[in-house]
């Protein structure tokens, strides 16, 4: 894997939210852990292990990368503050849709009330209806069906009015 590739997967990482990506290939071990720092910075920590030396040795390379946070993304806050929130209560897998070939639980405009199930997660094989705990209407969908998801990662932005 070339410098250009792992830049990209650094930065399609750090596009995506998620805190830590794990990546094996056969000569290769490469872990990219994100967090948010201050002065809207953000750095990305890429440890690179040699798969020929990673049981044997524990020599590691970590980097720090250092990338500014759009000016946008702090706007958007704003907007977003008079929504809320719907966050996954489980780690899994977030589906949209009760099987393949139903429709979605819910779409962008959706009217929801206390108590309808927005999406399923899947852990560990079993398949576990999400409620909504609030009344109004879906703003926003946060996660693609199918993705990964972690504790307490926003899934849904919904507007209570």
Do not use: W
């Amino acid at each position: 894997m070339d410098i250009k590739e792992i830049q990209s997967l650094i930065k399609f990482v750090a596009k995506s939210g998620a805190s830590e990506v794990k990546l094996e290939m056969e000569d290769l071990k490469i872990t990219i852990r994100t967090g948010s720092h201050e002065q809207g910075a953000e750095k990305t920590y890429v440890q690179q292990i040699p798969m020929a030396q990673a049981p044997a040795q524990p020599s590691q390379v970590q980097t720090p990368v250092e990338t500014q946070a759009p000016a946008q993304k702090e706007e958007k806050k704003d907007d977003d503050s008079k929504y809320i929130t719907i966050k996954s209560p489980i780690i899994g897998t977030f589906y949209r849709k009760p099987s393949p070939d139903k429709s979605a639980f819910v779409e962008v405009g959706t009217t929801i009330a206390k108590g309808d199930v927005l999406c399923v997660i899947e852990a560990m094989k079993l398949f576990n209806d999400i409620e909504s705990e609030v009344s109004g209407k879906i703003v926003k969908i946060l996660v693609d069906d199918s993705s990964p998801v972690e504790f307490d990662q926003p899934l849904f932005l919904v507007d209570p009015s």
